[in-house]
């Protein structure tokens, strides 16, 4: 059969012509195609072109050079099948070894902005995954590699043993199979999206490691943290992490939803979050005076919660957050100050996250036992809302703001969920009850006093008039609630009763 013979074809040229150089030292010879083979020339590597292992020229702008028998008889014949081997032999085709192949950048293409469908479907490779997946399905005698981390464990064992053991070719034979399943999965979304399907027949996602976790919710349980590729830049995902010690489980979680709920803020704003649910949001003039608020909303809730935050982090804020126990502080920047004071508390994690994207419209992906619920996300806010004032009396300009600032919040509560709220602040949050006036009591009973004036804001619409009551018995003088309810007329009559006025949206914001 001659030297062992390598093929190569990589659009990550990433250590390629080392690894070449030591594979021809090694005994093997290289075929190689196009930019790769130019790039092998000029290190110095001696190297076959594909056409001369075809007899045909690449052709259709390359789009034809490696689809040939010549190379996937080379691939895909049995070294120790008599019958392969006679056929290889008649037909002058020449076994390869080793295969070093990754795809044309369909990632890097789609992300550029502007990209237009022509040039993605241009970088769309064929005869890549055909020739890794022929190799990964033969690995039994064939060694693939995509990754160049896989380098070195390949050179060292062909040194030490002529050959690589099967452990590592099924190893980097799965390797390949979810490299060509990931770029397979990348491509597909893209055409649905191109296509305008909205509920395709399969789903396909990919995900790409960010962190090995070292627990899940309970420490008794494995995790890992997955990012889309592509994903929202406006993201824990997208999130640089600044100073402290590695997210947990449940930190990523807890991020997560404290994020989502202050990007429903255009003024200065800070929410506190506890098992994603928040304990105190605030807004104000400024972040030193927002995050005041959300402190005072709930004093004893914050301890040991994560904070979000809209706007960069100053020095007078960061004093401020150093006094607390605090697990995570999100914002989209700190200054050198504030940097200076939080990193002298070593557990403490910054995150800074990109506010500047646009709104993600990436849809909420929930795991069941054994399938998996898919939905848009919740973007329905104040402005989309088909406001009606069913009541006598129409909410001041003061509830008015109160009313807002509540709905903002509710949307991210637990259901069932009741907020009470200022026009600056949360004063009282009941969340995740089983039936809706026990969240009211909850957030009302937190509120104490506070109350006196305040607005409430619902998740969902009330079955009876038993909220409302409790509202006014409290002090509450302004509601804001989906409607839709049988018994709506109840809850009008009571909060007229009570000089209520009562805002319905048209919409609820359950949250399971």
């Known amino acids: ?64 050079k490696t689809l040939h028998p010549k190379i996937h008889g080379g691939l895909l014949a049995k070294y120790d099948d008599p019958s392969h081997q006679a056929q290889l032999a008649e037909n002058e085709i020449e076994q390869i070894e080793l295969v070093c192949v990754n795809l044309y950048p369909f990632k890097e293409t789609i992300s550029k902005p502007g990209v237009t469908a022509e040039d993605a479907i ?20 064939i060694t693939v590699l995509v990754d160049p981390a896989d380098y070195p464990q390949v050179i060292e064992e062909y040194k030490n043993q002529n050959e690589t053991t099967m452990e590592t070719r099924r190893r980097l034979a799965a390797k390949v199979f979810r490299h060509t399943a990931a770029y397979d999965a990348l491509i597909a979304e893209y055409m649905t999206e191109l296509a305008g399907e909205e509920q395709p027949e399969k789903m396909t996602v990919t995900y790409e490691l960010k962190q090995s976790l070292r627990y899940g919710e309970n420490p008794h349980q494995k995790a890992a943290f997955y990012q889309k590729p592509l994903g929202s830049a406006f993201s824990v995902a997208a999130a640089e992490q600044l100073h402290g010690k590695e997210l947990s489980y449940n930190n990523i979680n807890d991020a997560n939803a404290a994020l989502q709920i202050v990007k429903e803020f255009s003024e200065p704003a800070a929410v506190a979050v506890k098992h994603m649910n928040p304990c105190g949001v605030g807004a104000g003039k400024d972040i030193f005076d927002a995050f005041g608020k959300a402190f005072e909303a709930d004093p004893v809730s914050i301890f040991g919660g994560i904070i979000a935050l809209n706007r960069e982090v100053d020095g007078e804020s960061a004093r401020k957050l150093y006094e607390i126990f605090l697990e995570i ?68 300009e003061a509830e008015w703001e109160a009313l807002k600032l509540g709905w903002k919040v509710v949307k991210h509560v637990k259901s069932n969920a009741i907020v009470v709220a200022d026009k600056d602040m949360t004063l009282g949050i009941g969340a995740g009850q089983m039936n809706r006036v026990g969240a009211a009591k909850i957030a009302l009973e937190q509120a104490g006093a506070k109350a006196d004036g305040a607005a409430l804001a619902s998740d969902a619409f009330f079955p009876m008039d038993d909220t409302v009551e409790a509202a006014a018995k409290a002090g509450i003088t302004a509601i804001i609630q989906p409607g839709g309810s049988v018994r709506d007329a109840d809850s009008i009559k009571k909060a007229d009763e009570y000089g209520i006025a009562m805002v319905f949206t048209g919409v609820r914001h359950f949250r399971h």
């Open 122 to 141: 241009e970088n769309i490779d064929i005869g890549g995954p055909a020739m890794l997946r022929a190799s990964a399905k033969n690995h039994q005698y």
């Open 329 to 396: 502080i999100i914002a989209p920047s700190f200054s050198d100050e504030a940097l200076e004071i939080l990193t002298a508390k070593k557990n403490l994690r910054l995150l800074k996250v990109s506010f500047d994207g646009e709104a993600s419209k990436e849809n909420t992906l929930s795991s069941i036992e054994g399938g998996l619920l898919v939905q848009e996300q919740d973007a329905y806010g104040f402005d989309d809302a088909e406001i009606s004032v069913p009541t006598k009396r129409e909410p001041t």
């Open 1 to 64: 059969m001659g030297k062992k013979r390598a093929l190569i074809s990589v659009s990550n040229k990433e250590g390629i012509v080392e690894f070449a150089k030591e594979l021809v030292e090694l005994g093997f010879e290289i075929v190689s195609t196009g930019g790769t083979k130019n790039a092998l020339k000029e290190g110095g590597v001696p190297v076959i072109g594909i056409s001369d292992v075809t007899g045909f020229p690449e052709i259709l702008e390359g789009r034809v």
